[in-house]
Structure formats: structure tokens, C-alpha cells
T-cell receptor
């Protein structure tokens, strides 16, 4: 069974500081990996995804993530956080071949940005 | 492309009542998904349609839940005899048909959700 662990429930950073949100996944074969962002009362917006190829993936809003197979990780990074980045961030995994199209989501990390 | 829309955005009901939610996917998307999200958790999969066919259902989808997508366009999710434990955000997502092995077909676009409160 596939699973995702986001070990940090809350992360607090100052505006302008760098950010790294952790994501560890469990899946027996090649995974597809996603990061979504959710603002209060809103649905989820896709930030970036990894399917294959270059393990450093660029996304929208200045975010990037790096797939590390040896560590089963897909951490999200941003070099300089803006106040508008305050939101809930979800990592998700699904299988790369056959089977279900259904991703499994982590429980999320809430990002708080201090001025 | 107007995005995925859901109606209503909020629903308050009394325990034991039936409720129905509607989801309108992005027009050219043939796949539609329903999720439930409770406070402090990520979305949990409920069910999935490809066109009008319901292809997968989670064990979370009890007998009181039913979903339809009669013409392969909009979908409805009905909860009968609501319980307080049904209080949650119900999210709908859609995705286009993509190439085997990945690509556009694997990107799900989410609606704003319907927040259900059962009193």
C-alpha cells in the first residue's frame, strides 16, 4: 500500500527566509509525486509534480522539489518566502504504472509566515 | 476553462437528513473524483468516474453514500441519513484523459469544496 508522511504539522518562517517542507513516501515501485497547496476555505492547487527524468522539479510560485529515491523523499523548497505563501501544503503519491489513478495524500503541513 | 465548480459551498443539516452535492468538472475532462477532507487531514479518496462509469469506490464510501455521473459530465454525491461524523469538506476533482504512464491525465484539478456541517 502507498503512504505519505509529512512529519511537520506546522512550520513557521519569517518573510524572506528560505523554506523546506518534508515529505517521505512509501511505495513499492516507481512513484508519481505531487505537491499541492490549499488556502483557507479553498480547494487544492497543484504546485508541481514528478513523473520521471530530472529529479529536481520546478513548479509555480517559485517552488521546487527534489526526488531522492534512496531516501524515499520529495521535499518542497522555496528560496524566499512571501506572506502570501501562508497556506496548507500537501504531498501526494501514486503508482507510475497501471492500476489506480488515485493518489494518497499526506496529512499536510501548515505554513505560517511572520512579517 | 472555468475550473471545477461545486455547489453548494456550505451546507448545514440536521442529523438524519439527506444531502446532495453537485460537481461540474472542467468541460473536456473525462475523469472525475470525490474526496473527503476532515480538519487537519489530507483529502481521502471516496470514488472515481471515467465518463459515466464509476470505476472505483473506497471502503470509506458506506451504503449511505451514493455518487452518480449520468451523462459523463456533472456528478452528484448524496449522503442519506447524515451523521455527525459526516461533517467534513467534500472535494471534487477532474482530470483529462492522458497518455499511458503519465502526463496531463495524471493532473487533478480541484474544486473549492462543499463544507458539510451535521448538527
Amino acid at each position: 500500500a502507498q503512504s505519505v508522511t509529512q512529519p511537520d504539522i506546522h512550520i513557521t518562517v519569517s518573510e524572506g527566509a528560505s523554506l523546506e517542507l518534508r515529505c517521505n513516501y512509501s511505495y513499492g515501485a516507481t512513484p508519481y509525486l505531487f505537491w499541492y497547496v490549499q488556502s483557507p476555505g479553498q480547494g487544492l492547487q497543484l504546485l508541481l509534480k514528478y513523473f520521471s527524468g530530472d529529479t529536481l522539479v520546478q513548479g509555480i510560485k517559485g517552488f521546487e522539489a527534489e526526488f531522492k529515491r534512496s531516501q524515499s523523499s520529495f521535499n518542497l523548497r522555496k528560496p524566499s518566502v512571501h506572506w502570501s505563501d501562508a497556506a496548507e501544503y500537501f504531498c501526494a503519491v501514486r503508482g507510475a504504472s497501471g492500476g489506480s489513478y488515485i493518489p494518497t495524500f499526506g496529512r499536510g503541513t501548515s505554513l505560517i509566515v511572520h512579517p | 476553462d472555468t475550473g471545477v465548480s461545486q455547489d453548494p459551498r456550505h451546507k448545514i443539516t440536521k442529523r438524519g437528513q439527506n444531502v446532495t452535492f453537485r460537481c461540474d468538472p472542467i468541460s473536456e475532462h473525462n475523469r472525475l473524483y470525490w474526496y473527503r477532507q476532515t480538519l487537519g487531514q489530507g483529502p481521502e479518496f471516496l470514488t472515481y468516474f471515467q465518463n459515466e462509469a464509476q470505476l472505483e469506490k473506497s471502503r470509506l464510501l458506506s451504503d449511505r453514500f451514493s455518487a452518480e455521473r449520468p451523462k459523463g459530465s456533472f456528478s452528484t454525491l448524496e449522503i442519506q441519513r447524515t451523521e455527525q461524523g459526516d461533517s467534513a469538506m467534500y472535494l471534487c476533482a477532474s482530470s483529462p484523459r492522458g497518455a499511458v504512464g503519465g502526463g496531463r491525465g495524471d493532473t487533478q484539478y480541484f474544486g473549492p469544496g462543499t463544507r458539510l456541517t451535521v448538527l
